[in-house]
């Protein structure tokens, strides 16, 4: 089946700790998309990604950064910068048919103490 | 990608029709509306999109006013399992267009 893995769904670091949460897709799609959720909010954007080895700020980037070595990964490294890392984490991609709509991601659960 | 602006919450009788409003006023001439909805803890689900015509598909319809500065999502008939934060965004149709920026959304309660 073709869909957006990610890993772990649950994730506890320490503070001070930098940790990498995983993003693979096996639907062939060139952009690739990291979005942040916190409790009782919509999604922000953390980067995104047209194309294998580019990749651009979204609106919230500070703390975060990101790789793109292969189409089909994209993983994101929450740093020890970010001042609030505490979240849920949505990996998304972009479909380039007739719709275009974006496939997400079942979403990794952060918790930083 | 043009700004949207929904209501953030909205209630629905079950088997009624939902009407989820969207306004867009920025919104460019080569970008489409696009609806997603989020069921607590799980990543959006698309709905449906459009340019300038309404749509309809098996899950809802899509009304977009002439000058396309808004939109309506409409769920015909509305289950408890509707209940969800529904999502309006615009941009490209591009698959590499770039940004694609979300917003708080809609919170619909669907109630018995």
């Known amino acids: 089946d073709g869909g957006i893995t990610q890993s772990p769904k649950y994730l506890f670091r320490k503070e001070g700790q930098n940790v990498t949460l995983s993003c693979e897709q096996n639907?062939?799609?060139?952009?690739m998309y990291w979005y942040r959720q916190d409790p009782g909010q919509g999604l922000r954007l953390i980067y995104y990604s047209q194309i294998v080895n580019d990749f651009q700020k979204g609106d919230i980037a500070e703390g975060y950064s990101v790789s793109r070595e292969k189409k089909e990964s994209f993983p994101l490294t929450v740093t020890s910068a970010q001042k609030n890392p505490t979240a849920f984490y949505l990996c998304a991609s972009t479909n380039g048919g007739p719709a275009g709509e974006q496939y997400f991601g079942p979403g990794t659960r952060l918790t930083v103490t | 990608d043009a700004k949207t602006t929904q209501p953030p919450s909205m209630d629905c009788a079950e088997g009624r029709a939902a009407n989820l409003p969207c306004n867009h006023s920025?919104?460019?001439?080569?970008?489409?509306v696009y609806w997603y909805r989020q069921i607590h803890s799980q990543g959006p689900q698309y709905i449906i999109h459009?340019?300038?015509n309404n749509e309809t598909n098996e899950m809802a319809s899509l009304i977009i006013t002439e000058d396309r500065k808004s939109s309506t999502l409409i769920l015909p008939h509305a289950t408890l399992r509707d209940t969800a934060v529904y999502y309006c965004i615009v941009r490209v149709l591009a698959a590499n267009a770039g940004k694609s920026t979300f917003g708080d959304g809609t919170t619909l309660t669907v109630k018995p």
């Open positions: 459009g340019l300038k």
């Open positions: 639907l062939n799609h060139d952009a």
């Open positions: 920025t919104i460019s001439g080569n970008e489409y």
